[in-house]
């Protein structure tokens, strides 16, 4: 007779092999056909509304890992929310405007200048879809389930309308305004940026010292002296109207050889070092406040440098007194108009000297440093010049030095409501703590925000001029455009003409002959996105405001986080959200920033070509991603490994499922075994901690007891001594129906826990469940934990018994090593508990042997030969029966029945009742 046919193998389709580059753009398709966001939608309708909303990304180019990071994270979250109580839409989002798609279609050889500037914009909105369109193809292969057909886009009529409200909103408060200042400006942008729209990076420059002559001491100095300034940009040298001290600072006169220097008294050691000075001779001492209004000259100007005091000034670095240049610094104007300087800037939008720097008229600001650095030799004036290294702003989009440059914009003037601001930044929520004092530290040393940009694509800035150049801003003219652009578009303000865009009959005191000019600026890109609380939350009836969640990359509290609250605590008095989730940048292997000059870049379409979307799924849920996250290929084979562990646990209990039927075979609670009670309470406790760690967005702790449950819990023990039952016993026997039954709540709970990571994996698995009544394991909801009956004395009792199982394989595998057994069903084994209490724990445990998969397991008062070890002491002997040919287990029974000698009598009896037709 052929033993194998009475066993009853596990059986299954589900296959081993994930294959899920092959099988996920399947899943996917099915999705799209049965509309699963709209039927996830519809069936928790009227459950308590959870919105996180999108940060948009910029339509431009392939997806990153940095967008794969942050998509992914942002799925777990809404898909959890959905089986968890909520009514959970995730509407998706795209920033359309902005420099790189106008350098995009420059690229592609547009020429710009040969069409009107509605055509350009045109082709710009044109590219910018098709790069969305590019873009939600692939979010979509990451399997984010959202509204796709339906996206927010900040290029459309209803979104730029909303802006022009916000914008109106900002200005009728009077948060609003026009004004000369200097503000980052980019040359290879030929525009005005925000501080948001900065990166560090470093750069060499030139580091010269330079002698200002007295001209008029004021009784305080003999004329005979030169003030030293340092300067890391010999470029702003045209442009210096004053030299600032600070007030309560001690200045000295140093007297080196013929000539006499001031410093500030605490940097002369530093100044003489650097100016290698011999035996310098501290002549005179003075207060900064003492030298307010004496008078200096220019080094190769006719031109008085004014002496002012500034509380900025510092011995950090330089020479304790600093080159003033109102047109060229933030500090610089400041002070200077405080002392009624003017506003010189003879630098034009291009980066190029104009005739108000004579002498250097038509050159390159960079390049002026070496011809302004020679002049200042040629009259003696430069008394020092090296080089250095130091991190200096660059446009983050042309990734080119910036400069500042006073020029006339529009602001946004955060000051007038910033402590509105921080006591919203003190009520929200933050994921992680830090963020808080990050942002707070931001917007608490913040000013103005520069809204305005010289370039095309972009909402314009809804401002008319009258005759006299007065800018008009009005409910009435807001209304209007903003009702203008929701039905025309924002290209009207190109192709109109002022008179059109304004109300019929408008009127005003500033144009007396009815005649308007427009704003040709456009708003800045964080002014767009940063609206979407209007533009997106307010205009959809499906969201709310403020939303439950933002998250996004740790650089978006001076990007997006930044912009949204501070729009949004101007218009409203709130900020636009609750809670405030970031995560940290994507980098290599080794922790290097991936960059395409290193050869370094990961690229998920990679990852999913070759391992499939739940591997990379999975590895977000593996890393800690509020901090900097590593990926690499050796990183993603070990984040496979974890896969396959947990995807083959899965397919041993289906196989194992296949002749259960739930409401057939089902065994009520109190009638389980009590292992299969134990392991049923071990899964309430992963239920508890795997929904707790959901509630807090911590996902590496559900990934990691996950996988421990499975590896651990699960295929080393429950998996492993169950085969004995599952396979041997007859088909409806008690014990193995109760096991068959806390494998089908395992599988179907730890599906559910994992759904909102392993999108595609889990509706798989779904679909192999017996008995499940849903189309979708996307339509289900999440388990709660559930009571256990005697929960305290079955976990006190079967904890311990772990412990004791821990050391009975300590002495197996030291049996095994010591060649006294092979396998462990080769072993009798005899156990002399340490104590009472585990004496009688142990003999209250029926078949013992086959918990610890051995043939025989003896419960002992004493054994001569018994190996101590933490909590019993054991003895490990090769079992002397005969090995039983369909248990494989080893029994002096072997060979005592006449009709089956090969088997032992469990299984004997088995056969003889269950499979006698085989003989």
């Given at each position: 007779?052929?033993?194998?046919?009475?066993?009853?193998?596990?059986?299954?389709?589900?296959?081993?092999?994930g294959?899920?580059?092959n099988?996920?753009?399947?899943?996917?398709?099915?999705?799209?056909?049965?509309?699963?966001?709209?039927?996830?939608?519809?069936?928790?309708?009227?459950?308590?509304?959870?919105?996180?909303?999108?940060?948009?990304?910029?339509?431009?180019?392939?997806?990153?890992?940095?967008?794969?990071?942050?998509?992914i994270?942002?799925d777990?979250?809404?898909?959890?929310?959905?089986?968890?109580?909520?009514?959970?839409?995730?509407?998706?989002?795209?920033?359309?405007?902005?420099?790189?798609?106008?350098?995009?279609?420059?690229?592609?050889?547009?020429?710009?200048?040969?069409?009107?500037?509605?055509?350009?914009?045109?082709?710009?909105?044109?590219?910018?879809?098709?790069?969305?369109?590019?873009?939600?193809?692939?979010?979509?292969?990451?399997?984010?389930?959202?509204?796709?057909?339906?996206?927010?886009?900040?290029?459309?009529?209803?979104y730029?309308?909303?802006?022009?409200?916000?914008f109106g909103?900002?200005?009728?408060?009077?948060?609003?305004?026009?004004?000369?200042?200097?503000?980052?400006?980019?040359?290879?942008?030929?525009?005005?940026?925000?501080?948001?729209?900065?990166?560090?990076?470093?750069?060499?420059?030139?580091s010269?010292?330079?002698?200002?002559?007295?001209?008029?001491?004021?009784?305080?100095?003999?004329?005979?002296?030169?003030?030293?300034?340092?300067?890391?940009?010999?470029?702003?040298?045209?442009?210096?109207?004053?030299?600032?001290?600070?007030?309560?600072?001690?200045?000295?006169?140093?007297?080196?050889?013929?000539?006499?220097?001031?410093i500030?008294?605490?940097?002369?050691?530093?100044?003489?070092?650097?100016?290698?000075?011999?035996?310098?001779?501290?002549?005179?001492?003075?207060?900064?406040?003492?030298?307010?209004?004496?008078?200096?000259?220019?080094?190769?100007?006719?031109?008085d440098?004014?002496?002012?005091?500034?509380?900025?000034?510092?011995?950090?670095?330089?020479?304790?007194?600093?080159?003033t240049?109102?047109?060229?610094?933030?500090?610089?104007?400041?002070?200077?108009?405080?002392?009624?300087?003017?506003?010189l800037?003879?630098?034009?939008?291009?980066?190029?000297?104009?005739?108000?720097?004579?002498?250097?008229?038509?050159?390159?600001?960079?390049?002026?440093?070496?011809?302004?650095?020679?002049?200042?030799?040629?009259?003696?004036?430069?008394?020092?010049l090296?080089?250095?290294?130091?991190?200096?702003?660059?446009?983050?989009?042309?990734?080119?030095?910036?400069?500042?440059?006073?020029t006339?914009?529009w602001?946004?003037?955060?000051?007038?409501?910033?402590?509105?601001?921080?006591?919203?930044?003190?009520?929200?929520?933050?994921?992680?703590?830090?963020?808080?004092?990050?942002?707070?530290?931001?917007?608490?040393?913040?000013?103005?925000?520069?809204?305005?940009?010289?370039?095309?694509?972009?909402?314009?800035i809804?401002?008319?001029?009258?005759?006299?150049?007065?800018?008009?801003?009005?409910?009435?003219?807001?209304?209007?455009?903003?009702?203008?652009?929701?039905?025309?578009?924002?290209?009207?303000w190109?192709?109109?003409?002022?008179?059109?865009?304004?109300?019929?009959?408008?009127?005003?005191?500033?144009?007396?002959?009815?005649?308007?000019?427009?704003?040709?600026?456009?708003?800045?890109?964080?002014?767009?996105?940063?609206?979407?609380?209007?533009?997106?939350?307010?205009?959809?009836?499906?969201?709310?405001?403020?939303?439950?969640?933002?998250?996004?990359?740790?650089?978006?509290?001076?990007?997006?986080?930044n912009?949204?609250?501070?729009?949004?605590v101007?218009?409203t008095?709130?900020?636009p959200?609750?809670?405030?989730?970031?995560?940290?940048?994507?980098?290599?292997?080794?922790?290097?920033?991936?960059?395409?000059?290193?050869?370094?870049v990961?690229?998920?379409?990679?990852?999913?070509?070759?391992?499939?979307?739940d591997?990379?799924?999975?590895?977000?849920a593996?890393?800690?991603?509020?901090?900097?996250?590593?990926?690499?290929?050796?990183?993603?084979?070990?984040?496979?490994?974890?896969?396959?562990?947990?995807?083959n646990?899965?397919?041993?209990m289906?196989?194992?499922?296949?002749?259960?039927?739930?409401?057939?075979?089902?065994?009520?609670?109190?009638?389980?075994?009590?292992?299969?009670?134990?392991?049923?309470?071990?899964?309430?406790?992963?239920?508890?901690?795997?929904?707790d760690?959901?509630?807090?967005?911590?996902?590496?702790?559900?990934?990691?007891?996950?996988?421990?449950?499975?590896?651990?819990?699960?295929?080393?023990?429950?998996?492993?001594?169950?085969?004995?039952?599952?396979?041997?016993?007859?088909?409806?026997?008690?014990?193995?129906?109760?096991?068959?039954?806390?494998?089908?709540?395992?599988?179907?709970?730890?599906v559910?826990?994992?759904?909102?990571?392993?999108?595609?994996?889990?509706?798989?698995?779904?679909?192999?469940?017996?008995?499940?009544?849903?189309?979708?394991?996307?339509?289900?909801d999440?388990?709660?934990?559930?009571?256990?009956?005697?929960?305290?004395q079955?976990?006190?009792?079967?904890?311990?018994?772990?412990?004791?199982?821990?050391?009975?394989?300590?002495?197996?595998?030291?049996a095994?090593?010591?060649?006294?057994?092979?396998?462990?069903?080769?072993?009798?084994?005899?156990?002399?508990?340490?104590?009472?209490?585990?004496?009688?724990?142990?003999?209250?445990?029926?078949?013992?042997?086959?918990?610890?998969?051995?043939?025989?397991?003896?419960?002992?008062?004493?054994?001569?030969?018994?190996?101590?070890?933490d909590?019993?002491?054991?003895?490990v002997?090769k079992?002397?029966?005969?090995?039983?040919?369909r248990?494989?287990?080893a029994?002096?029974?072997?060979?005592?029945d006449?009709?089956?000698?090969?088997?032992?009598?469990?299984?004997?009896?088995?056969?003889?009742?269950?499979?006698?037709?085989?003989?």
């Amino acid at each position: 007779m052929d033993f194998k046919q009475t066993l009853l193998m596990p059986k299954t389709e589900f296959p081993m092999r994930g294959n899920l580059p092959n099988k996920e753009p399947k899943i996917q398709e099915n999705w799209d056909d049965v509309d699963i966001y709209g039927q996830v939608q519809k069936r928790t309708e009227g459950r308590p509304l959870f919105v996180l909303h999108d940060g948009p990304p910029y339509a431009n180019g392939d997806l990153h890992m940095g967008h794969a990071l942050n998509k992914i994270l942002k799925d777990f979250i809404v898909r959890y929310k959905s089986m968890a109580g909520y009514n959970a839409p995730y509407v998706p989002g795209w920033d359309t405007h902005g420099l790189p798609i106008e350098q995009a279609l420059a690229k592609k050889k547009v020429n710009r200048k040969k069409m009107s500037v509605a055509e350009f914009r045109q082709k710009c909105a044109d590219y910018a879809l098709q790069q969305v369109d590019n873009q939600r193809t692939q979010f979509k292969q990451l399997g984010v389930r959202g509204d796709w057909d339906n996206p927010y886009i900040t290029l459309t009529k209803d979104y730029e309308a909303a802006q022009i409200k916000v914008f109106g909103e900002m200005a009728k408060k009077g948060y609003i305004y026009k004004g000369l200042k200097p503000v980052y400006w980019s040359p290879s942008s030929e525009s005005a940026l925000a501080e948001a729209e900065i990166e560090y990076q470093d750069k060499r420059s030139p580091s010269i010292y330079v002698g200002f002559d007295v001209k008029d001491g004021k009784g305080l100095l003999n004329g005979d002296e030169k003030f030293i300034i340092w300067t890391t940009t010999p470029w702003t040298i045209p442009a210096n109207l004053a030299i600032a001290l600070h007030p309560d600072l001690e200045y000295a006169v140093v007297k080196v050889g013929d000539d006499k220097f001031i410093i500030a008294h605490e940097m002369l050691n530093t100044v003489s070092d650097a100016l290698e000075w011999e035996n310098p001779e501290t002549v005179q001492s003075f207060k900064g406040k003492e030298a307010e209004h004496i008078v200096a000259t220019h080094p190769f100007y006719d031109r008085d440098s004014l002496v002012i005091l500034g509380e900025h000034v510092t011995t950090e670095s330089g020479t304790g007194l600093v080159h003033t240049a109102p047109g060229h610094g933030e500090d610089d104007f400041f002070v200077g108009k405080e002392y009624g300087l003017d506003v010189l800037c003879p630098v034009d939008e291009k980066g190029y000297f104009t005739d108000e720097a004579p002498g250097f008229e038509g050159l390159f600001y960079d390049a002026a440093n070496k011809e302004i650095t020679q002049k200042l030799e040629e009259v003696g004036a430069l008394l020092k010049l090296n080089f250095i290294t130091h991190s200096y702003p660059h446009d983050w989009r042309t990734k080119k030095p910036t400069i500042f440059r006073a020029t006339n914009q529009w602001f946004a003037s955060i000051k007038d409501f910033r402590e509105d601001i921080l006591k919203e930044i003190k009520r929200i929520k933050w994921f992680p703590n830090w963020g808080e004092t990050r942002l707070y530290n931001m917007v608490r040393d913040r000013e103005d925000w520069c809204i305005s940009r010289q370039r095309t694509w972009g909402v314009p800035i809804p401002v008319f001029y009258g005759e006299d150049r007065t800018p008009i801003i009005t409910d009435e003219t807001i209304t209007h455009v903003s009702n203008l652009f929701r039905e025309h578009g924002s290209n009207i303000w190109f192709e109109w003409d002022a008179k059109d865009l304004l109300p019929e009959g408008f009127t005003s005191e500033h144009s007396p002959n009815g005649t308007f000019t427009k704003e040709t600026d456009i708003m800045d890109v964080w002014f767009d996105s940063g609206s979407s609380h209007e533009g997106v939350l307010e205009e959809r009836p499906e969201l709310k405001r403020p939303a439950d969640v933002y998250l996004e990359g740790s650089d978006q509290y001076r990007g997006w986080f930044n912009s949204s609250l501070s729009t949004s605590v101007a218009v409203t008095g709130k900020a636009p959200y609750e809670a405030i989730i970031s995560h940290g940048f994507a980098l290599d292997g080794q922790g290097r920033k991936m960059s395409k000059s290193v050869g370094n870049v990961v690229v998920p379409a990679k990852i999913m070509k070759q391992y499939g979307a739940d591997i990379l799924r999975l590895w977000v849920a593996s890393v800690d991603y509020q901090a900097d996250v590593r990926i690499s290929d050796d990183i993603i084979k070990q984040v496979s490994e974890g896969y396959r562990k947990i995807r083959n646990t899965f397919r041993f209990m289906l196989g194992n499922l296949h002749d259960f039927d739930p409401n057939k075979h089902a065994v009520q609670e109190q009638n389980l075994h009590e292992v299969d009670r134990y392991m049923l309470l071990r899964l309430q406790e992963l239920t508890k901690k795997v929904r707790d760690a959901y509630d807090n967005y911590e996902f590496s702790t559900i990934y990691h007891n996950v996988h421990n449950f499975c590896s651990i819990d699960l295929s080393a023990f429950y998996l492993d001594f169950a085969k004995d039952i599952l396979y041997i016993e007859a088909a409806d026997k008690n014990r193995r129906r109760s096991i068959q039954t806390v494998y089908h709540e395992i599988v179907t709970s730890l599906v559910k826990l994992l759904a909102p990571i392993l999108v595609h994996t889990t509706e798989e698995i779904w679909s192999y469940i017996p008995g499940v009544e849903e189309s979708s394991v996307q339509l289900t909801d999440l388990p709660d934990p559930k009571d256990v009956k005697d929960k305290e004395q079955l976990k006190a009792k079967w904890d311990n018994f772990m412990e004791i199982r821990d050391d009975v394989l300590k002495a197996l595998e030291e049996a095994r090593a010591e060649k006294v057994i092979g396998k462990s069903l080769e072993a009798r084994i005899s156990i002399v508990p340490n104590n009472n209490e585990t004496k009688v724990l142990l003999e209250n445990i029926e078949q013992l042997h086959q918990l610890f998969i051995v043939s025989e397991a003896n419960v002992e008062d004493n054994h001569s030969e018994a190996k101590e070890y933490d909590h019993v002491k054991v003895h490990v002997e090769k079992h002397t029966g005969d090995r039983c040919e369909r248990c494989w287990v080893a029994s002096d029974t072997v060979g005592t029945d006449n009709e089956y000698p090969e088997l032992c009598s469990r299984c004997a009896d088995i056969v003889k009742e269950h499979y006698s037709e085989l003989a």
